[in-house]
């Protein structure tokens, strides 16, 4: 799933205006997207940065810049459960709050649900050829908690841990390391009904205790998990939004105590998968961080980003980072501000393995202020390129700092991207082809970015392209497509499109092409 900024009108309801992307590939937005893909300033950091890895070098011929990964980097693409599984009462299932939501008319457009989607639950084998054939060595993948617990507790579901059993296997067998995400925002129903969801620490603490089960029955295989995806977006969008899944609109205190829940599930989390996992498991966090980027990449300005990317991302990563709320942001919150105790802290701050970061576009550029903040926004132009998703603001430069951010805010050794995708109105030729041309230009930029960060020494270990296929996006239904894959929805065929050709073969040459 894709990151939303705050205001996220515009998501739920696609440009209308005619050849908004046809306009958009022809203008400023092209231009955009070939960004600077050599190094402008290192950091503001005092220390240099750390040491380059050795590079395997491009094939020859392969484009006009060659820029090389690591040996090793992890190549990879992602999905989520309700957005791509379907068969939602299939093998004792129970029920999430994302099946009542999209059966709630006018929620979804087009009243799309996630009941069928790409019906991955039955063709993850044939899925797992489209991840083979991009040559990517890694997937990630969510994990339905109703599928293991149907009511979010109580007695597994066997039929459900089978299912994540054979995909594992399946995955394995073809030398794609799995990378589990245990929760992807389809909270089971029951626990909704019974806790009010994150508002109840009860569910946090549901939370643990399937993601401690999880880890005994999968970590024989699956070596890296993830807590909690986006926690910013299922709480403040489902909760105080009320635009997702469960549709509410909470006043302040409250949507600060539901806040506070889930950055404790993530903690508990933790703490049970180190408990039930085989020693060598790993446990990371993928969260869609809100990044500052300096408008110009001098000292003061890069440092005005350090200390707003800090504060943007008070209620969520800094906490679990450091294991403290900022005091800006205590003291903004002020009588609404969540009640928590010193023991809660320790337990969302418990020691990662990794971190994954989803990155779209950026929060905001900055530059250094004489005021009380250290830093000021400046607004997005009117102008500003974006893909036909209009909160997807394109700067190719996020993906660079969002790297360069964890490392130097809060000192992440190991970082993946992910996710990282762009939204599109690809369209199925007569010869079963997708000509995402702007997809292909979104890969280069990004990508070169990336390579930015990692040449300065950012420790991102792995990429993983949201998404796979085309699949059910959220609020937006089945009206967006982000997949390096096309897909027919009515037969359920997928095609390859350009940008899946231009992805293999990055992963194959290990390069921006």
């Not at 046809?22 to 050599?38: N, P």
């Not at 509410?248 to 949507?255: D, F, H, N, T």
């Not at 408990?275 to 966090?285: E, K, M, W, Y």
């Not at 132009?381 to 997807?392: C, D, G, N, V």
């Amino acid at each position: 799933m894709s990151q939303l900024p705050s205001d996220v009108s515009a998501e739920l309801n696609p440009d209308p205006r005619p050849g908004n992307r046809r306009d958009f590939v022809k203008s400023a937005g092209l231009a955009a997207l070939g960004l600077a893909t050599t190094p402008l300033l290192l950091s503001s950091c005092d220390t240099k940065p750390a040491p380059v890895a050795e590079t395997q070098p491009a094939a020859a011929g392969g484009g006009a810049h060659g820029l090389s990964f690591p040996a090793g980097f992890l190549w990879g693409t992602a999905t989520a459960s309700y957005q791509v599984e379907g068969a939602v009462n299939v093998d004792g299932r129970g029920p999430s709050i994302w099946d009542t939501f999209s059966h709630t008319p006018g929620k979804i457009a087009n009243n799309d649900t996630g009941d069928v989607a790409c019906d991955f639950y039955h063709r993850y084998k044939e899925d797992t050829q489209l991840i083979k054939s991009l040559n990517a060595k890694a997937f990630r993948f969510s994990i339905a908690w109703s599928r293991i617990f149907p009511t979010g507790k109580g007695a597994p579901n066997q039929k459900g841990l089978d299912f994540y059993n054979r995909l594992v296997d399946e995955l394995l067998a073809n030398g794609i390391q799995p990378f589990a995400t245990l929760y992807h925002w389809d909270l089971p129903q029951a626990l909704q009904d019974q806790y009010k969801g994150w508002q109840g620490r009860e569910t946090a603490q549901a939370f643990g205790d399937y993601a401690g089960y999880m880890a005994e029955k999968l970590s024989d295989r699956v070596k890296h998990f993830f807590t909690l995806n986006e926690l910013w977006t299922f709480i403040q969008l489902g909760y105080g939004d009320g635009v997702f899944a469960p549709g509410l609109k909470l006043p302040p205190a409250e949507l600060n105590q539901a806040r506070h829940h889930a950055v404790l599930a993530h903690g508990l989390a933790v703490q049970a998968i180190r408990a039930h996992g085989r020693p060598d498991t790993r446990v990371g966090l993928a969260e869609n961080i809100k990044v500052a980027v300096p408008y110009i990449e001098t000292p003061e300005h890069i440092k005005a980003a350090e200390i707003a990317t800090r504060e943007f991302n008070a209620g969520y990563t800094t906490v679990i980072l450091e294991g403290k709320y900022t005091d800006t942001f205590l003291k903004n919150a002020g009588a609404n501000a969540p009640k928590f105790t010193a023991e809660d802290l320790k337990i969302i701050s418990s020691p990662l393995d990794f971190c994954g970061i989803n990155i779209y576009n950026p929060e905001a550029y900055v530059r250094a202020a004489d005021n009380a903040e250290g830093y000021e926004k400046i607004p997005f132009a009117k102008s500003h390129p974006t893909s036909t998703s209009k909160w997807e603001l394109l700067a190719p430069e996020v993906l660079y700092w969002g790297a360069r951010h964890m490392q130097n805010i809060w000192k992440v050794k190991e970082l993946y991207i992910t996710e990282n995708g762009c939204s599109g109105t690809d369209e199925l030729t007569p010869e079963n082809r997708v000509n995402d041309t702007d997809r292909v230009a979104f890969l280069r930029g990004y990508l070169s970015q990336l390579q930015r960060a990692v040449t300065d020494g950012a420790p991102v270990k792995g990429y993983f392209y949201w998404s796979l296929v085309d699949n059910f996006e959220w609020a937006s239904g089945y009206g967006i497509r982000f997949g390096l894959f096309y897909m027919d929805y009515k037969t359920l065929k997928r095609y390859p499109k350009a940008s899946a050709e231009y992805f293999r073969t990055m992963a194959q040459q290990n390069a921006v092409l």
